[in-house]
C-alpha cells in the first residue's frame, strides 16, 4: 500500500516502476553512485517481485562503511519485498541486515529490521509470537516517533497472539494514540481482537470512520457473509476490490491475507550540496511493515461476494 493522496493515482504507477528501471540503469554505469541505489529502491515494490528481489539483493559495489545507508536501505527494501513476496527468502534478507555496519544512528533502525523479519516469520508459521513481542518491546524505547506506532501495533499484536491478550489491547491502544495520517492498523486490530461478540459492529464503525482499506472491507465482507447479510457483504467485498485496484504498488500478501501490510512510502526532493553547490537527489524510501490479524478471504472469494444478491423472501415476490 502506498501513501499517496488520490489525484495521484494515475500517474504514480508508471513513475515508480520507471523509477526502478532507471535506477538499475543508472547503478551498471555507475555502481558507486547512492542516487542509483535510492531510485532502485523506491520502485521496487512496483515492479515484478522475482525482478526487484534479484536486483535489490545484489550487493553494492561500495564497501557497507563508505555508503552505511545504501546498505541500510537494501535491507529494508529487502524485508518490505519479503512481506509481498508468495515464496518467501528469508535468509537472503537476514543476510543483508547482517551487512549493515554497525554504526550509532543505525543501530535501532537495524535492530528494528530484525524484529520485523521475526514478526513475518510468525505471520507465515503462526507461530513463535513470544519471541517477536519481546524483540519489539526491547527497541521500543529507542525508536523514532515515526516508527513507534508501528512498533507498538506489533508489540501489542504478538502480545495477544501469545496469550496476552488485554496487555497486547492496551499496546494496541497506545499505538492508536500515538499515530499518524495513514496509519490505520491499530485501530483495526483493536476491532478485530477486541471483544469477539461485537466484532461485526466495530469493523463496520472503522470502515465508517476511517475509510475503506483492502484489508478492513474483506473482513466487513467475511464477517457480514458470516451473518447472512448477503447484499452488505456483497457491498464490502466491492469496496475491498476497489481499494486493492487503487493499492498502485502493493498485492494481496502486502494487504493482509498473511496478517501483513506494508504501507510503502518515499519523498523526492532536489537539494544543494554545501561543497559543490550542485544539485542532488533527496530520496527517502519507506517499506515499513504491520501486522494485522490476517484477512480470511482472498481476491477470488471477494469476487465471488461481489456478485452474489440476496434471496427472496419468498418466491412470489420474486415474480
Known amino acids: 500500500m502506498l501513501s499517496s493522496d488520490s489525484t495521484a493515482r494515475q500517474w504514480l504507477p508508471p513513475l ?23 531510485m532502485m529502491h523506491a520502485g521496487a515494490p512496483a515492479v515484478d517481485p522475482q525482478r526487484a528481489l534479484d536486483a535489490v539483493a545484489a550487493r553494492p559495489q561500495a564497501p557497507a562503511t563508505e555508503q552505511p545507508a545504501v546498505w541500510l536501505q537494501r535491507a529494508q527494501t529487502l524485508v518490505g519485498l519479503m ?55 526491547q527497541i521500543a524505547d529507542g525508536v523514532s516517533n515515526d516508527a513507534l506506532p508501528r512498533v507498538l501495533n506489533n508489540w501489542g499484536y504478538a502480545l495477544a497472539q501469545s496469550g496476552r491478550r488485554e496487555l ?27 471483544d469477539k461478540k461485537a466484532r461485526t459492529g466495530e469493523v463496520e464503525r472503522f ?35 476497489a481499494a486493492m485496484r487503487n493499492d498502485e504498488v502493493g498485492s494481496p500478501p502486502a494487504w493482509g491475507l498473511r496478517g501483513v ?49 440476496p434471496r427472496p423472501a419468498n418466491l412470489r415476490d420474486s415474480i
Not at 482499506?213 to 465482507?221: G, L, P, Q
Open 207 to 241: 470502515v465508517e470512520e476511517e475509510g475503506s482499506t483492502a484489508a478492513a472491507s474483506a473482513w466487513e465482507a467475511y464477517l457480514r457473509q458470516r451473518e447472512s447479510r448477503v447484499a452488505g457483504a456483497a457491498a464490502s467485498a466491492r469496496a475491498a476490490l
Open 168 to 194: 497486547g489491547l492496551e499496546k494496541l491502544r497506545q499505538a492508536i494514540a500515538a499515530r499518524k495520517k495513514d496509519q490505520w492498523v491499530p485501530r483495526l486490530n483493536v476491532a478485530l481482537l477486541g
Open 16 to 38: 515508480i516502476a520507471g523509477m526502478f528501471t532507471k535506477g538499475v540503469e543508472l547503478r551498471a554505469r555507475f555502481p558507486r553512485c547512492a542516487d542509483g541505489y535510492a
Open 261 to 309: 501490510v506494508v504501507i510503502s512510502a518515499f519523498q523526492v526532493g532536489l537539494g544543494l550540496s554545501s561543497m559543490s553547490e550542485d544539485h542532488v537527489l533527496q530520496l527517502r524510501v519507506e517499506h515499513p511493515l504491520w501486522l494485522v490479524d490476517p484477512v480470511p478471504v482472498d481476491a477470488a472469494a471477494l469476487e465471488r461476494m461481489s456478485a452474489a444478491s
Open 83 to 137: 512481506a509481498r513476496w508468495e515464496q518467501l527468502r528469508f535468509a537472503i534478507a537476514s543476510s543483508a541486515i547482517d551487512e549493515v555496519p554497525v554504526i550509532v544512528d543505525q543501530d535501532d533502525a537495524v535492530s528494528l529490521l530484525r524484529a520485523d523479519l521475526l514478526a513475518l516469520r510468525a505471520a507465515q508459521q503462526r507461530r513463535g509470537w513470544a519471541a517477536v513481542a519481546e524483540a519489539y518491546a
